[in-house]
């Protein structure tokens, strides 16, 4: 089975702290996805990467920057982290593609920034 | 890109047959669709993806018609496990454009 695997479940942090999610996938996806969910919103692509060092912004990269430095690795960055980054952020891998629509989804991490 | 618009939330009794439906009325050539659940403190799951006509695994059946601007996802015999918020995916698998997902059908299935 496909494992995709978020480091926190829950994170709390403050307004102006500098914020680390990672993400970890073991099926050797060329592509991995950063989302955030938000009630009545659905999900948002954040960025995504479809090769090492390689990614593109999504609907909403404003506050976010991410790196991919192995292809099993994509981590997303908040330089600043503020009250409105408050979300279930989820990530995701899939493979080029036909296959690019099917991804994987990790569990999912809720971060509050206080 | 294609935007697809779904129904917010739909209702049931275990052991119906549930239909729902997507409109993407500007789908493109090469598009393909996608749906996935996704229950409460989860991910999204995968569950059927097609193209045209009909598409059935052991989960679901897909259903597009010839114009293809809308699909319905088709659940058999709901169970209580079904509940959950749907979501429909279209966009082009070749390349690196996005993908927009919708904003999720909230299916509650009662006993």
Redesign the interface.
């Known amino acids: 089975d496909v494992k995709v695997t978020q480091s926190s479940r829950y994170l709390v942090k403050r307004t102006g702290e500098k914020v680390f999610l990672e993400c970890v996938q073991d099926m050797d996806h060329e592509n991995m996805f950063w989302y955030r969910q938000d009630p009545g919103l659905g999900l948002r692509l954040i960025y995504f990467s479809y090769d090492v060092k390689m990614k593109e912004k999504g609907d909403i990269p404003e506050g976010y920057s991410v790196s991919r430095e192995k292809k099993e690795r994509f981590s997303l960055i908040l330089e600043s982290a503020s009250t409105n980054q408050t979300s279930m952020y989820l990530c995701a891998s899939s493979r080029q593609g036909l296959a690019k629509n099917i991804q994987y989804f990790g569990a999912g991490t809720r971060l509050s920034v206080l | 890109l294609a935007k697809t618009t779904q129904p917010i939330s739909m209702d049931s009794y275990e052991g119906q047959e549930v239909n729902i439906t997507c409109s993407h009325n500007n789908i493109a050539t090469n598009d ?1 669709i ?1 749906w ?1 659940q996704q229950f409460p ?6 569950i059927i ?1 097609g193209y045209k006509t009909k598409v059935t695994n052991e989960v679901a059946s897909l259903f597009i018609p010839a114009d293809r601007k809308s699909s319905t996802l088709s659940l058999p015999r709901v169970s209580l496990s079904d509940t959950a918020v749907y ?1 429909c ?1 279209v ?1 082009l ?2 390349n ?1 454009d ?7 059908t909230r299916l509650q299935v009662f006993p």
């Open positions: 393909y996608t996935y403190s989860q991910g999204p799951r995968f993806q979501y995916l966009g698998s070749y690196t996005k993908l927009i997902f919708g904003t999720g």
